[in-house]
């Protein structure tokens, strides 16, 4: 649904011949109304007039606001520019309330741009110069309470959201109340609770609506659209992302359309229609890309990953969820952030979801070999943890588990289920198969080494393995570990050419060849045999 263009407001009268707290009430009247560049119009003159007349408050307000406009308008640089300024001419003024104006737009800059540390100690600066002002402790508690949610603590979170609709509420300012509101549902959101979210944002609206703050109200109608597609209310989502996003463009509000048109992707992807989710999810990561937005991009990736992974493009899909993960990091580089890490888990979950999707892919034709990546990754985890490897370690196994035989898509389907056994062209042909998996994917990065696991899963201690005939310390553990595991599976599971053998034969089979690996890795798959077992089960039953 769009939303009808509104008519521009007549020319203003040259600002040169008008008083400074005029332009600056005008310009916060625009402000309000979402007419962007006309409150810079409005700004800009209050800043020349108080300049000439020597409103040296109008002009430390004047600036702050233009900061704030600029940021919205996704000017970074003049953003910060203003706001140091407005900042500087308070201090000089005396004016502690003004400063801590300031200092709280600035702290707000600083965490768009991931400086969680400079924020918060902003923040407890400003809070500390507003005094008595309860309109200024309302937006610089609201503040915090972004700050505290971005960290991951959602009750932190709702105490400062509560706190600052408090103090709106003794200094009668509804738009703060409205604000206060719309954080709240943010974080009720967070928490799951899609009723609280949905009754918050509500009261947001309605309050933003009467109060003629067209932005805020568009914002709520976006997450709003959130929640309706939590709950799989698709022509809700749809309808309300819509209407955010016709008001996002006559605002001039570019960050914002991003995640619109994010919503609008994700509702697209879900209900079936891919190339217009595809349209929709790519719009969403230019537009974060062209304001210099991390988050939005990373999200919008996160999600067009997620649809390429549905329609089966899964080299597509972990390019993407690979660029996500650098922007998450690049987050992580500047700050130490709790929910950089909870997206971080959330990433890896995707991760796994594409490369499990592949290696059943490559599995579904043979129903001799199905589940194997499966059980292989589950056995690799449970060796994993018998050698004592770390979170990270483990997630690396198995990610590369499932993926250890993608480059038998190249083998021909005749020499992969021949009956019976290979001539020596056709095992040559086999043996390509961890070089064809690392060509598949010479275009992905991935955040944890899983080529070298693919490429080196059939490498011996001895020299004696493929493709790349490695010795003793030159092949990796994890792919020793993978390499044991994937012989046990491969021994005790019917194939093409034979009959699975008992779990007893195969572990004296793999006595027998016990030197092909590590002696920890051998004790340690020996050590875990049971576990092994069960992991292999539990992972076949989907648990």
Not at 150 to 159: F, P, V, Y
Not at 215 to 232: F, I, S, T
Not at 372 to 387: D, F, K, N, S
Not at 389 to 417: C, S
Request: glycine share 10%; proline share 3%.
């Amino acid at each position: 649904m769009s939303l009808p263009a509104a008519a521009g407001p007549p020319p203003a009268p040259n600002p040169e011949h008008r008083p400074g707290g005029a332009l600056l009430r005008e310009g916060g009247d625009h402000d309000r109304a979402g007419r962007m560049a006309d409150a810079v119009v409005a700004y800009e003159g209050a800043v020349t007039v108080a300049e000439r007349t020597g409103e040296r408050a109008v002009l430390v307000e004047a600036l702050r606001r233009l900061g704030v406009v600029h940021h919205r308008l996704g000017k970074a640089s003049p953003a910060r520019e203003f706001c140091e300024r407005s900042y500087r001419e308070a201090l000089d003024l005396g004016d502690l309330i003004l400063a801590g104006e300031a200092l709280n737009s600035l702290a707000g800059l600083d965490v768009e741009q991931g400086e969680i540390t400079a924020a918060r100690s902003k923040y407890t600066e400003a809070l500390t110069l507003a005094g008595s002002s309860a309109a200024l402790r309302g937006r610089i508690e609201q503040n915090l309470g972004i700050l505290t949610n971005i960290q991951g603590d959602h009750t932190g979170a709702s105490l400062h959201y509560r706190r600052s609709l408090k103090a709106f509420e003794l200094a009668g300012d509804e738009r703060g109340a409205a604000i206060a509101y719309h954080n709240l549902g943010m974080v009720a959101t967070q928490r799951g609770a899609l009723g609280e979210a949905e009754e918050s944002f509500g009261r947001s609206i309605a309050i933003a609506a009467r109060a003629g703050d067209v932005y805020l109200e568009a914002l709520c109608h976006l997450n709003l659209g959130e929640v309706c597609h939590a709950r799989q209310q698709y022509g809700d989502a749809m309808l309300r992302a819509e209407k955010a996003l016709a008001t996002f463009e006559q605002i001039g509000a570019r960050m914002d359309k991003s995640d619109a048109y994010r919503l609008i992707g994700m509702v697209f992807r879900d209900t079936g229609r891919p190339a217009l989710a595809d349209a929709r999810l790519r719009t969403a990561c230019s537009l974060a890309v062209e304001t210099g937005w991390i988050l939005g991009q990373a999200e919008a990736s996160s999600e067009l990953a997620r649809l390429y992974q549905a329609t089966g493009r899964n080299q597509e899909a972990l390019t993407l969820l690979n660029t996500a993960h650098g922007l998450f990091n690049r987050l992580d580089a500047r700050v130490d952030m709790v929910n950089v890490g909870r997206k971080m888990t959330e990433l890896e979950g995707a991760y796994l979801a594409v490369v499990r999707d592949w290696g059943q892919s490559i599995e579904s034709a043979d129903h001799y070999t199905y589940g194997h990546c499966e059980r292989v990754a589950g056995y690799a985890v449970a060796v994993a943890r018998a050698l004592r490897l770390d979170t990270m370690q483990q997630t690396t196994l198995r990610l590369g588990a499932y993926l250890h035989d993608v480059g038998k898509v190249r083998v021909p389907h005749e020499i992969l289920n021949k009956p019976g056994r290979l001539t020596e062209d056709e095992f040559e042909i086999m043996k390509l198969h961890p070089v064809y998996g690392v060509e598949l994917l010479d275009g992905v990065e991935f955040p944890w080494d899983l080529k070298s696991l693919i490429r080196w899963h059939h490498e011996k201690l001895d020299g004696t393995g493929y493709p790349d005939r490695l010795r003793g310390e030159e092949i990796p553990l994890g792919a020793q570990i993978i390499g044991i595991v994937d012989v046990f599976d491969a021994l005790t599971t019917t194939r093409s050419y034979r009959k699975a053998m008992s779990r007893e034969e195969a572990l004296v089979e793999l006595a027998r060849c016990c030197g092909w690996w590590r002696p920890e890795v051998y004790d340690a798959f020996m050590g875990s045999v049971g576990t092994i077992v069960e992991e292999g089960s539990a992972a076949v039953a989907g648990e």
